[in-house]
C-alpha cells in the first residue's frame, strides 16, 4: 500500500524492512559495531517513506544506545564491585532476545517494546 504525505513523498508499508532493521541489530556480533551503524542508517534514511519506520527506528536506536550504557557502567563495575558482571550478563541476554522478539512483532504489525531500555530518542 502507498499514500503520499505533505512532503509529496510515497509513504509505504514495508514489514520486512522493519525486520531487517530489528535483526541488523545482531551484527554487533560479526562486526563489533554494525549493530548500531545499520539500523541508525536504514532508520534515517526510511523514516518518512515507510509506515511505522520511525517508531520502530528509535526504539531500535534506544535499545543499542542503552545496551552501550550497560557496557560502560558494567565494565567498571566489575573492577570496582564485581558486580558489573551481573550486569553485563543481563545485557548479553537482552541482546539476544530482544531484537528476534522484536523482529517477530514488526512483521505481525505490532508496536515494538524492548525491556529495559532508555529512552533516549523520543
Do not use: C
Amino acid at each position: 500500500m502507498e499514500l503520499v504525505n505533505k512532503n509529496a513523498v510515497v509513504v509505504r508499508e514495508d514489514r520486512n524492512l522493519l525486520v531487517i532493521t530489528h535483526l541488523s541489530q545482531y551484527l554487533d556480533f560479526v562486526t563489533g559495531f554494525g549493530g548500531l551503524v545499520v539500523p541508525l542508517v536504514i532508520w534515517l534514511t526510511t523514516k518518512d517513506s515507510v509506515i511505522g519506520m520511525d517508531e520502530h527506528g528509535k526504539s531500535v536506536i534506544n535499545f543499542q544506545l542503552t545496551l552501550l550504557l550497560y557496557l560502560v557502567i558494567g565494565i567498571p563495575g566489575i573492577l570496582l564491585f564485581g558486580l558489573g558482571i551481573l550486569l553485563l550478563i543481563f545485557a548479553g541476554i537482552l541482546s539476544i532476545v530482544m531484537p528476534a522478539v522484536n523482529a517477530i512483532k514488526a512483521s505481525n504489525g505490532e508496536s515494538p517494546s524492548y525491556f529495559g531500555t532508555i529512552r533516549f530518542i523520543s
